[in-house]
Structures are given as C-alpha cells and as structure tokens.
C-alpha cells in the first residue's frame, strides 16, 4: 500500500509524516523505518523508529534508490512500513512522471514484500498519476 501526502515545499508535510510515523509506531507489531534527506528530524520520531539519512548513501539514480529499498527490506523481515520524507529528493525524481514511474514500483514492491510505503511529495494532486488519486491522505 502506499499513502501520499501532497503539497508544495514548507506547507508542513514533513510534520504529518513524523506525527504519523509517531503514532502509528505505538500499534505497530513489525519495524517502521523514516528515509530522509537528512537527520534534522532525528529527535522528532520516536526512538523505536529507525531513522535512515539517506545523503551518506551517494545514490545517484531512482534504480539505485530502489535497490536501496530492497536492501532494506532484505536485512529486515519484521518491516511493516516505510515512511519517505523529501521523496523528489531521495528517490532522485526530476520530473512528476518519473515521480509516478518510482511510486509505482514501490506499489509492487510493497505488494510482493506487505510494506506499507507513506510519502511526503512536493506536487500536487494534478501531478500524480490517476490510479494514486485514492492513495492521498492529505494535500497540503
């Protein structure tokens, strides 16, 4: 499953995706794991969730960017969702159709492997491909 929340850069999504990540680590029976472009928000999740800043990683690609999340699931069988903060930025997105290409993967890719994917997107709800107009859960 994937949820998007939507809206253009310092609208707030970054805070609905860490008090989601906050609440929903309470009810949680697998891990929960935070990608970000950086560790700016590291005191703001709660401790069980286990933040990744992706800027050591050096990806330079969405196929590298999914081969991360690959490696992710493969060294943690217990993960049950995976938020995305800054998702243009560390998927390597440029475009809305690249952006709707990744997200896409990732629909299968949580399918195969019953994650759950929430993603924090600086477009709009023009801009995201028809079959995830449902998937929104908030626009800001």
Do not use: C, W
Not at 41 to 67: A, P
Not at 68 to 94: N, R, V, W
């Amino acid at each position: 499953m994937i949820q998007l929340i939507l809206g253009n850069k310092g609208k707030g999504k970054t805070k609905v995706l860490l008090d989601k990540a906050n609440t929903e680590i309470k009810m949680a029976h697998g891990s929960i794991v935070y990608l970000d472009k950086n560790a700016q928000h590291m005191y703001e999740l709660n401790n069980k969730v286990r933040l990744i800043d992706i800027s050591g990683f050096d990806l330079k690609s969405s196929e590298e960017f999914i081969g991360f999340i690959y490696g992710i699931i493969s060294q943690d069988h217990d993960l049950e969702q995976m938020y995305l903060d800054s998702f243009l930025t560390i998927a390597k997105a440029e475009t809305p159709d690249e952006a709707n290409a990744i997200l896409k993967t990732l629909l299968e890719i949580g399918k195969k492997f019953d994650v759950s994917f929430i993603v924090s997107i600086s477009l709009q709800a023009d801009d995201i491909d028809e079959s995830f107009k449902e998937n929104i859960i908030a626009e800001l």
